[in-house]
């Protein structure tokens, strides 16, 4: 029923499927790939339905491909985001129901920061967590470009005072997750990020959603990425492999251990 109401099945065609299927005693799914009626990707699509777990058709949405979380599901990539995400419940968001806002910091551009961040809170979303992830790069943000969004507004509206809760955007194809853009580009975001008004909105954002993802500036260009850590009070730091320089990796860690801001752990991007 799943994959005729999506049109990806005639009618006719399942009733031949559901004959032979009793005939040789196969599954639904295997009857109908040995007919060459379905694919392998129309099964998977089929059974995302079937146990309430969504994910995107490749040129049905706006949001980019890049999103592999919202794409591929059934991948090494996405089941490794799953891993991550496990992690950072155990050691984080379970620990205190208090832990809601977590930063993820990397060191240089390039790094994947951005990348991880968006997947991993399209992953939090599909746990069923109402899950908001916030572009804190006032400096080169990304996030509206990986999930197709208008990025007049957003954070750098609110922190200026020219924009409330309404900034945040749903992601209508995406169960569960929200998106507050980095918006225009200010000419002073160091001096945004300081102010009272971004603890405000975090606090605020606390009592809606189950999960806060930040976005941040690469550390070693500014010092942005440790002013919304702090705010934050967590962050996991991302480093690439043969790229990530170790010195400015540990220096990320020093700088959180005297703000008092908890490192969760590292990820390896490009493994």
């Given at each position: 029923a799943i994959l005729?109401?999506?049109?990806?099945?005639?009618?006719?065609?399942?009733?031949?499927?559901?004959?032979?299927?009793?005939?040789?005693?196969?599954r639904f799914g295997d009857a109908?790939?040995?007919?060459?009626?379905?694919?392998?990707?129309?099964?998977?699509?089929?059974?995302?339905?079937?146990?309430?777990?969504?994910?995107?058709?490749?040129?049905?949405?706006?949001?980019?491909?890049?999103?592999?979380?919202?794409?591929a599901?059934?991948?090494?990539?996405?089941?490794?985001?799953?891993?991550?995400?496990?992690q950072l419940m155990l050691r984080w968001f379970d620990t205190d129901l208090s832990r809601k806002a977590l930063a993820i910091v990397s060191a240089e551009r390039n790094e994947g920061r951005s990348f991880i961040a968006a997947n991993l809170a399209v992953a939090f979303s599909q746990l069923?967590?109402?899950?908001?992830?916030?572009?804190?790069?006032?400096?080169?943000?990304?996030?509206?470009?990986?999930?197709?969004?208008?990025?007049?507004?957003g954070l750098s509206?609110?922190?200026s005072g020219r924009g409330g809760p309404d900034t945040i955007q749903r992601i209508p194809a995406l169960r569960d997750l929200s998106v507050l853009n980095a918006g225009a580009q200010p000419p002073n975001p160091s001096e945004l990020l300081?102010?009272?008004l971004f603890a405000q909105?975090?606090?605020?954002?606390?009592?809606?959603?189950?999960?806060?993802?930040?976005?941040?500036?690469?550390a070693a260009q500014s010092a942005d990425a440790e002013?919304?850590?702090?705010?934050?009070?967590?962050?996991?730091?991302?480093?690439?492999?043969?790229?990530?320089?170790?010195?400015?990796?540990?220096?990320?860690?020093?700088?959180?251990?005297?703000?008092s801001v908890t490192i969760v752990g590292t990820v390896l991007n490009d493994f």
């Open positions: 005729v109401d999506a049109g990806r099945l005639k009618i006719e065609d399942a009733e031949r499927i559901m004959h032979a299927q009793k005939e040789q005693g196969l109908a790939m040995k007919f060459g009626l379905i694919t392998k990707a129309d099964i998977d699509f089929a059974l995302a339905s079937q146990f309430d777990y969504p994910y995107l058709v490749r040129g049905e949405s706006a949001v980019s491909e890049e999103i592999v979380a919202a794409y599901p059934f991948t090494p990539q996405t089941e490794a985001l799953r891993a991550l995400r496990s069923g967590e109402h899950t908001l992830l916030i572009d804190a790069d006032l400096r080169n943000p990304s996030q509206h470009r990986f999930f197709g969004l208008d990025n007049r507004g509206a609110v922190l300081a102010q009272p909105l975090l606090q605020e954002s606390t009592k809606e959603f189950d999960v806060i993802l930040l976005d941040t500036p690469a002013m919304i850590t702090m705010r934050a009070g967590g962050a996991f730091i991302v480093v690439r492999k043969n790229a990530s320089r170790l010195w400015r990796v540990k220096g990320i860690a020093d700088h959180a251990v005297e703000t």
